[in-house]
């Protein structure tokens, strides 16, 4: 028998399964046919074969119970067993999002880089948000076309939306710098005064707001994915 099992894949690649397969008879009652569940040379009457898994599930656990049906016309007995599948997100978090959030906070301090060295910093942000891009496109291409989105969806968007602030972040940077004096370190005569430099004011307040928003997302997308 080749058997369907539904599946939603809204955590996905954390998602679980519970998949079914109900054996009985809605024609015969139980006097005539009494079904039930023998183990034999196993713990569990259910056994799964090693090779009958996708690569990426695990199998968690295996449940099977009997149940009878009361009705009009008699008692209908059948037999219940169950898979609970869970996907092993192994492959994602060492390709995609351990390095992505490495490469996040990276380009939370790519805003201490100088914005003087606008070259520098640019080359700096076209890398991270090139690896961050790369790395999502690659992953979203192997997941299947569904009609709603997926923990691995948000995690991408989220992710380019990082991006599009680092790089909003250095493009007002270097814009206030190029309308201000940034040359206050000779003015005002002491390094630690460098502070009240404009640009350097405006770097310090989006790589502030980029780092708490990154740390909150994080602790939100995992404490929601692994609940």
Request: glycine letters at 6%.
């Amino acid at each position: 028998m080749t058997l369907a099992c539904p599946m939603s894949l809204s955590k996905f690649p954390f998602d679980e399964h519970n998949c079914s397969i109900r054996i009985g008879s809605y024609a015969h009652t139980v006097d005539r046919i009494d079904y039930s569940w023998v183990v034999y040379k196993s713990k569990t009457p259910v056994i799964v074969a090693d090779n009958a898994l996708h690569a990426g599930m695990n199998l968690v656990n295996v449940f099977s119970h009997e149940t009878t049906a009361h009705v009009g016309t008699g008692d209908y007995k059948s037999i219940v067993g169950t898979l609970l599948l869970q996907r092993n997100p192994y492959s994602y978090k060492v390709s995609l999002f351990v390095p992505n959030i490495l490469l996040g906070v990276l380009l939370g301090l790519s805003f201490l880089v100088s914005h003087r060295a606008p070259h520098a910093r640019m080359l700096l942000l076209a890398v991270l948000v090139s690896l961050v891009i790369g790395q999502n496109y690659l992953a979203l291409r192997n997941v299947p076309i569904l009609p709603y989105r997926t923990c691995l969806d948000c995690w991408s968007y989220s992710m380019a939306a990082f991006c599009v602030l680092a790089v909003i972040g250095f493009a007002i940077s270097t814009s206030v710098a190029q309308f201000k004096d940034c040359d206050m370190e000779e003015k005002l005569g002491s390094p630690r005064k460098m502070w009240k430099d404009p640009g350097t004011k405006t770097d310090l307040i989006f790589g502030s707001l980029y780092l708490v928003s990154f740390i909150i997302f994080q602790i939100a997308f995992w404490a929601m994915t692994l609940a």
